[in-house]
């Protein structure tokens, strides 16, 4: 095996909010406001609004990913009745694009991505995520340890669609054949699989996912660097 896929959540990181759609800032911005979040009709409001969070569009850099928050915050001000100002939507959308405090990252990610590159592996990312994503890597200090980063918004697609796992192929000049790829979800894993990778789904006990597929399953980095060296 000569190279390694990650997807991002939960794998490398997590929501420090718990939801990956909440602004770390939200609840000093909104206040009392905040006590609608996790309502029955916050939810709906999400749901009817979540479309300006669409990771399958093709996003060119952090200010048009920031103008898509913004819309997203004022259709849920409009559907929730926060009468939020400007400024206030202004806010929420630069923490969502700027405050790497939305994100945690795992505890043994950097010891590992280390170890990994000393062993001559090649490591790639492939996620669906917004442009911000590359920016919060950088300021905690792993985007050079990797070969690749392949994110959704710069393909126009999102996994299991067959055009992300080709494009992390083609940026890492790699064979499907000698990668492994860890990602949380079951959908993503069967694409990489039907791609012609080997796959092992991550069950980090931050963000256990929802469904555990039938293939190989690691709860950290050391358990995955088994299924690495085999």
Known sequence: MKHLILDCGGVLVYPRRGDWCLPFGIADILGERARDIHTARYLLAHRQSVQWLDEARLMKDVEEERGYRREYIRA???RMDWHMTPDEIQRLADDFTDNIQRY???DDIKPWL???KGRGLSLGILSDAMPSIKVFMGKYGIMDDFDAVVISTEVGAVKPDPRM????LDALGAEAGDCLFA???PENLEGAVAAGMRAVQMARAETLPATLWDGPVARDFAELDAFVRA
């Open 104 to 106: 945690g990252f795992f």
């Open 114 to 116: 280390k170890t990994w």
């Open 76 to 78: 849920m001000d409009e």
């Open 183 to 185: 990602d949380d979800k």
């Open 165 to 168: 796992y080709a494009a992390i």
